[in-house]
Nanobody, 129 residues
Framework: QAHLAESGGGEVQPGGSLRLSCVVS????????MAWFRQAPGKGREPVAS?????????YYSDPVKGRFTISHDNAKNTVYLQMNSLQPEDTAMYYC?????????????????????WGQGTQVTVSS
């Protein structure tokens, strides 16, 4: 059974940066599909980015974060990261790490919550001046 533990959230001013971490136990991050989602107050959970390695590493990003956020993983630490740059108030949300027991992230469904079978508890990101 997998366990995901996020960290790295906090409060930052507009234009600032944060790096979120998701430590995974139970499965190797290099062998499954991993993703980040976020949920702003009063809104549904939305996809942010996903990553898989089979055999090369492939990443997907949602349009609102493309060019500003970078997803990556460290196989030795079995950790997935989300580097967030040029943060804006609309990026304020609870950020969740998720994993799917696929060797790749389906290009047609990586954005869907139902694709993922295990989730972390979330880490709060607040962007405010």
């Amino acid at each position: 059974q997998a366990h995901l533990a996020e960290s790295g959230g906090g409060e930052v001013q507009p234009g600032g940066s944060l790096r979120l971490s998701c430590v995974v136990s139970g499965y190797a991050v290099s062998k499954i599909c991993m993703a980040w989602f976020r949920q702003a107050p009063g809104k549904g959970r939305e996809p942010v980015a996903s990553i898989y390695t089979n055999p090369d590493t492939t990443t997907y990003y949602s349009d609102p974060v493309k060019g500003r956020f970078t997803i990556s993983h460290d196989n030795a630490k079995n950790t997935v990261y989300l580097q967030m740059n040029s943060l804006q108030p609309e990026d304020t949300a609870m950020y969740y790490c998720a994993g799917a027991l696929y060797a790749f992230c389906p290009s047609s469904s990586w954005r869907g919550e139902s694709t993922y079978s295990f989730w972390g508890q979330g880490t709060q990101v607040t962007v405010s001046s």
